[in-house]
């Protein structure tokens, strides 16, 4: 693939467009941007550039890989959140808009009165959800727990870079760990994606995401279930959990927290108009 910078651009856009990947030609800008190490507007201001014959060559290579749907991110090592680059690879699950619906509520809560002091993340992955929030909350310190050691990693990282390393600990544990201390906010994004259902999913998520971050059992709410049995050992009473969860499963979930004695039960949409999230207050 030779020619100039524009010319590049378009030809790669339609390849990926041939692999039917969304926003083809973007998303081919992007890569070279990358490859350049420029931003996005080089392209335009640069546009008869010619590659050398290494940057033609990574760019290659890294079409050849979006076209068989690896993400985009996992192809950069980055992905925005918030305003705010997290480091992401193939271990955790890359961060999404409709997971900052959860900001939102936290962010609004703590607008009406609710201060969190120490907040815990279960199933941290990147640490994008915890990372972010204490961000915003700069009187907050939090833990992040994972099953996973590669994934801590990551989220250790993304602590370091966004210089939050001081306001956080991060450990190794499932839904039903101990930290002898009980949090002011305990929020979570636990697979949910029922386990039959994984195969019909997009190919940069089924092929390139981690199963164990995706598979919530035979009807997605495995993970809630256990998170939620365990509550009391990680949620003061008058603390506030908030779920991420999947499309038709606000309501299941939450009877399950009204059940296990949550007030104030509230369903919370997403940029499209999902019931993406659910928060409730433990009922002291």
Same mark, same amino acid.
């Given at each position: 693939m030779t020619g100039s910078l524009r010319y590049l651009v378009s030809e790669a856009g339609k390849t990926l467009a041939q692999a039917d990947v969304a926003n083809a030609r973007r998303e081919s800008a992007l890569l070279l941007s990358y490859v350049l190490n420029e931003d996005i507007g080089y392209l335009h201001r640069e546009p008869d550039r010619v590659l $050398?014959?290494?940057? =033609?060559?990574?760019f290659e290579t890294l079409i050849t890989r979006r076209a068989a749907r690896e993400p985009l991110s996992h192809l950069t090592g980055h992905r925005e959140f918030w305003s705010l680059d997290f480091l992401v690879n193939a271990n955790v699950l890359d961060p999404r808009a409709d997971s900052e619906t959860l900001i939102d509520i936290v962010l609004a809560a703590?607008?009406?009165?609710? /201060?969190?002091? =120490?907040? !815990?993340? #279960?199933?941290t992955g990147? %640490? *994008? #959800? #915890? &990372? @972010?929030?204490? $961000?915003?909350?700069? @009187?907050a310190t939090g833990v992040g727990v994972d099953v996973s050691d590669v994934a801590l990693k990551i989220a250790r990282e993304n602590a370091n870079r966004l210089g939050l390393k001081t306001r956080v600990d991060f450990q190794r544990g499932n839904w039903e760990i101990d930290l002898g201390e009980?949090?002011? !906010?305990?929020? $979570? /994004?636990?697979p949910y994606i029922p386990s039959g259902d994984i195969k019909d999913l997009q190919p940069e998520v089924r092929d390139?995401?981690?199963? &164990? +971050? #995706?598979?919530?059992? +035979?009807? %997605?709410?495995? *993970?809630?279930?256990?998170?939620? $049995? /365990?509550?009391r050992n990680v949620l003061r009473p008058g603390g506030l959990l908030v779920f991420e969860v999947g499309i038709d499963q606000a309501k299941d979930?939450?009877? !399950?927290m009204h059940d296990s004695g949550f007030t104030s039960?509230?369903?919370h949409k997403d940029i499209a108009a999902i019931e993406r999230c659910i928060s409730a207050f433990l009922r002291d």
């Open positions: $050398s014959k290494d940057e =033609r060559q990574r703590q607008k009406r009165g609710f /201060n969190p002091s =120490r907040i !815990l993340d #279960l199933g990147s %640490g *994008c #959800l #915890l &990372l @972010t929030l204490l $961000s915003e909350i700069p @009187t009980k949090f002011d !906010l305990v929020i $979570s /994004n636990p390139f995401e981690p199963r &164990l +971050a #995706l598979d919530g059992g +035979a009807d %997605g709410l495995d *993970c809630y279930r256990d998170i939620i $049995s /365990n509550i979930v939450g009877q !399950l039960v509230q369903f």
